[in-house]
């Protein structure tokens, strides 16, 4: 069985790592790098194994999901500095991708800490990428983007509301657009970065995979495992 797919959008995968810790990645990579460096979005540095601080700081919502954790290891080998969130049991895993700061999004004061947070960097704030995108999601995001100062910029995986505020530049990405509409940005990503990133271990296959079953039967499986929620693992299912 074999899947056609753009070649600006593939990379070769290290001997080491098997086809069922690689396949979390693909996806991950492409929508988080839409948001990440298209422009018109956040517009970051674009990824390099040996990173320069761009004296920059972003928050990525949903740092323990497969777009949310691939964007923090993007942004972080941007010489970007990144505020996330994810629940209590999950700080030290986004910590571990290199986040600065993680934040407990139940938290009653959520878009005040995460501004704090922010200003606690002394960076300049370079947006939001919101890779849950929930109306709940979208409320707090809306605010921190009105309170931080700096960009108004957010990119967003599902369509933001049409009543989203005026004065912030609020866009959905689209995974594929980096391999037609704006062929810089995965060929920057994709092809200058990826290959050795991955090779190096700079890139890591996270979340991990949680793999439910194997072949065709099993997508209604997955399909269903995915709506009930999982926490920092990616559904896969193997052929």
């Known amino acids: 069985m074999f899947t056609a797919c753009p070649e600006i959008l593939t990379s070769k995968i290290p001997e080491q790592v098997s086809y069922t810790d690689a396949v979390v990645l693909p996806l991950a990579i492409s ?4 948001g990440l ?3 018109g979005y956040l517009e970051l540095p674009y990824p390099t194994s040996s990173p320069k601080s761009s004296g920059k700081v972003i ?3 949903g740092g323990s999901s497969s777009v ?3 964007a923090i290891q993007l942004a972080v080998a941007s010489g970007v500095q990144v505020i996330t969130t994810a629940s209590k049991h999950n700080h030290d895993y986004c910590s571990k991708l290199g986040a600065k700061a993680v934040i407990d999004y139940n938290s009653s004061s959520v878009a005040d800490d995460i501004v704090a947070a922010i200003k ?4 300049e704030f370079a947006g939001i990428y919101d890779s849950i995108s929930l109306p709940e999601t979208f409320k707090h995001c809306f605010e921190v983007l009105q309170k931080a100062g700096g960009s108004k910029n957010m990119a967003t995986v599902l369509p933001p509301p049409e009543d989203k505020p005026s004065d912030l530049n609020v866009q959905g990405v689209f995974a594929i657009t980096i391999a037609n509409q704006h062929k810089e ?5 994709w092809q200058k970065f990826v290959p050795g990133a991955i090779q190096s271990g700079d890139l890591k296959c996270l979340p991990e ?3 439910v079953g194997k072949g065709l039967d ?5 399909l269903d495992k995915s709506k009930a929620g999982v926490s920092a693992k990616k559904v896969v299912i193997e052929l």
């Open 31 to 34: 929508t988080a790098s839409a």
């Open 209 to 211: 995979p949680l793999v």
């Open 68 to 70: 949310g954790s691939t």
């Open 37 to 39: 460096y298209q422009k």
């Open 59 to 61: 928050l990525i919502w």
């Open 218 to 222: 099993s997508v209604q499986k997955g």
């Open 120 to 123: 606690d960097t002394g960076a």
């Open 185 to 189: 940005v995965g060929d920057a990503v």
